[in-house]
């Protein structure tokens, strides 16, 4: 099994990094003339995987908006995964996990374990309870050619005060993060599998993170777009760290509703690619 680190490399080199979240907003449901339930949520995110054919080669679905359904929004959950995964897009499951070690296996064998209903290429996981405690994740992910993304620098400004903090080491503690997730890069030849969560909307010295040392760490980067930060920014923001960022655009795509995702996706990749 092809690691995931080459695998988001190839895609992004078929399709570009732009990857386009998968939300259904009670809001955009409204938007688009859908109902508030499972089905309204199946609609939007099956409309917007045809938009993306062709556009983007990765897409993540936020599970907490499928999630508001109960079981009626995971067995929805299930089928956009499938179905995107089917047709060929790298799938991101933005779940944001993580527990002491044995409960955070459980996380993993859920989204990355293959031939689990849920299975995707990759996840988002929490490392308040420390790294080591997603290593069972890790280890999984490593198993099966699937990736996992840390949070560590989020987009959102209540986040700051936690994740800028000085830790015992001297370091903020996403600078800390960053440097802890890179080492378990430091054998791939290109991307590894383990990558980081850095919002985009400030640039990451501020958060303290070294980005020289993410050379080989792939950086999922929330916060362009609807939460202001401009893909044109991306140099700025990520420095010399830039060329390892893979954007992602949500609503920013998804307000343009059915008839217009094509045109903002198009939009996107031209303000990334200029
Ligand atoms: O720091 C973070 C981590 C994750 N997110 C997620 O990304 C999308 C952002 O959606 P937009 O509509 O483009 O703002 C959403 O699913 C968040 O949960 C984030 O924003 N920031």
Not at 48 to 68: L, T
Not at 115 to 141: C, F, H, K, N, R
Not at 170 to 198: E, F, K, P, T
């Amino acid at each position: 099994m092809m690691p995931f680190g080459e695998r988001l490399q190839s895609v992004v080199d078929a399709h570009g990094r732009l990857c386009l979240g998968l939300d259904p907003h009670a809001s955009l449901l409204e938007q688009w003339g859908l109902a508030d339930d499972a089905q309204g949520a199946r609609s939007l995110a099956m409309t917007a995987i045809d938009a993306a054919h062709g556009r983007v080669g990765i897409v993540k679905p936020q599970a907490a908006f499928f999630e508001r359904f109960g079981a009626a929004g995971y067995a929805v959950l299930e089928e956009v995964i499938r179905t995107a995964r089917d047709a060929g897009f790298l799938v991101i499951a933005d779940v944001k996990r993580g527990d002491i070690g044995s409960t955070a296996a459980a996380y993993g064998e859920a989204w990355l374990a293959p031939g689990s209903p849920l299975e995707s290429d990759a996840m988002t996981a929490v490392a308040y309870q420390g790294l080591g405690s997603l290593d069972p994740v890790i280890d999984l992910a490593h198993q099966h050619g699937k990736g996992v993304f840390v949070l560590t620098a989020t987009s959102n400004p209540e986040g700051r005060g936690v994740q800028q903090s000085v830790s015992g080491s001297g370091r903020s503690v996403a600078g800390q993060l960053a440097r802890d997730v890179a080492v378990r890069n430091a054998s791939a030849r290109g991307w590894g599998s383990i990558g980081v969560v850095i919002g985009a909307t400030e640039p990451i010295t501020a958060s303290g993170i070294d980005p020289v040392l993410l050379q080989h760490t792939p950086v999922l980067g929330p916060g362009f777009g609807y939460q202001g930060s401009r893909l044109g920014d991306l140099a700025s923001v990520y420095g010399v760290a830039a060329g390892s960022v893979i954007p992602t655009v949500t609503r920013s795509v998804l307000s343009a509703g059915p008839d217009g995702l094509a045109a903002a996706l198009d939009a996107h990749r031209a303000e990334l690619a200029a």
